[in-house]
């Protein structure tokens, strides 16, 4: 098994950034994707952002413009920079990875922007 580590969440205040980092506890071979998602207090978990194993990238409708992910392949780590954040954005985020026909999931890390 895989196992995901997110670190950067935090309080921060609306317009502010935050960086997010999701590294793997092992050297992974054929990943299929490599994703952000969310949940928000009484909202269903959502898809933030994907990087697939050939580089092209998917952001919610959300976040495009403001969101950006990206991964280091030498690391076993994504990494998701949140800029000008909302306040709509407060939830606690979770990576996830997908290789070969298994997948695993990070803990979540908070990200709370007030107003």
């Known amino acids: 098994q895989v196992q995901l580590v997110e670190s950067g969440g935090g309080l921060v205040q609306a317009g502010g950034s935050l960086r997010l980092s999701c590294a793997a506890s092992?050297?992974?071979?054929?990943?299929?994707?490599m994703g952000w998602y969310r949940q928000a207090p009484g909202k269903q978990r959502e898809g933030v952002a994907l990087?697939?194993?050939?580089?092209?990238?998917n952001y919610a409708d959300s976040v495009k413009g403001r969101f950006t992910i990206s991964r280091d392949n030498a690391k076993n780590t994504v990494y998701l920079q949140m800029n000008s954040l909302k306040p709509e954005d407060t939830a606690v985020y979770y990576c996830?990875?997908?290789?070969?026909?298994?997948?695993?999931w990070g803990q979540g890390t908070q990200v709370t922007v007030s107003s």
């Open positions: 996830r990875i997908t290789w070969s026909l298994f997948d695993s």
């Open positions: 092992r050297n992974v071979f054929s990943i299929r994707s």
């Open positions: 990087i697939i194993s050939g580089g092209n990238t």
